[in-house]
């Protein structure tokens, strides 16, 4: 596609429901990032994969907090038994395996934990 | 990964060029300098990056000093469609994981 997409654009769950958010990518693109942003604060770094291997997990902040790639293309970020301070809009974003001439970021997804 | 510094808003004339700073005094030999910014409602857009020569885009342009230890992003024109957040980052050609860590950004407010 000519961007990034993910779905839902806004999500809100009561307290303990588990959560999926999607991401799909630029066709072609090895590398993709999923992204967590409180209001009012710059973006944190959740997750990386190459292809289907996930690289990186070093920020998702529990282990409620899944996510996978399993064809290397769309991923899913799941969180389980959602708190208040999951509460965050939830970016993705794809490149070239270097990503040396930047990454492109998705709408992201506005999840509200009631 | 080296941090940056930037100050936390500033304000420019429509038509007027905007030049924002960013400090990364401890950036290393081979470490890149990127900037994106976010629209309200919007992901990030990459703008544009360096190493160490001054660049010069479609969108922008980034003047980095001699001694890297500092850079000036500048919108020649800026419209009121740029007024955004933008952020400074820095990010070595080396991590494997090619993550870009944000800071909080400056947030520039073009006036009519």
């Known amino acids: 596609g000519a961007g990034v997409s993910q779905s839902p654009r806004y999500k809100v769950a009561k307290r303990g429901q588990d959560v999926a958010l999607r991401c799909d990518p630029i066709s072609g693109h090895v590398s993709l990032f999923w992204y967590q942003q409180a209001l009012g604060q710059g973006p944190e770094f959740l997750t990386y994969?190459?292809?289907?291997?996930?690289?990186?997990k070093s920020g998702l902040p529990s282990d409620r907090f899944f996510a996978e790639r399993p064809e290397g293309s769309v991923s899913t970020l799941k969180i389980q038994r959602t708190q208040q301070e999951d509460s965050a809009v939830y970016l993705c974003?794809?490149?070239?395996?270097?990503?040396?001439?930047?990454?492109?970021f998705g709408s992201g997804t506005r999840l509200t934990v009631v | 990964d080296a941090k940056t510094t930037q100050p936390t808003s500033m304000d420019c004339a429509e038509g007027r060029a905007a030049n924002l700073p960013c400090n990364h005094s401890?950036?290393?030999?081979?470490?890149?300098v990127y900037w994106y910014r976010q629209i309200h409602s919007q992901g990030p857009q990459y703008i544009i990056h360096?190493?160490?020569n001054n660049e010069t885009n479609e969108m922008a342009s980034l003047i980095i000093t001699e001694d890297r230890k500092s850079s000036t992003l500048i919108l020649p024109h800026a419209t009121l469609r740029d007024t955004a957040v933008y952020y400074c980052i820095v990010r070595s050609r080396m991590d494997s994981s090619y993550k870009l860590i944000f800071g909080s950004g400056t947030r520039l407010l073009v006036r009519p």
């Open positions: 401890t950036i290393s030999g081979n470490e890149y």
């Open positions: 360096g190493l160490k």
């Open positions: 974003a794809s490149s070239t395996r270097t990503g040396t001439r930047g990454y492109t």
């Open positions: 994969f190459q292809n289907e291997a996930q690289l990186d």
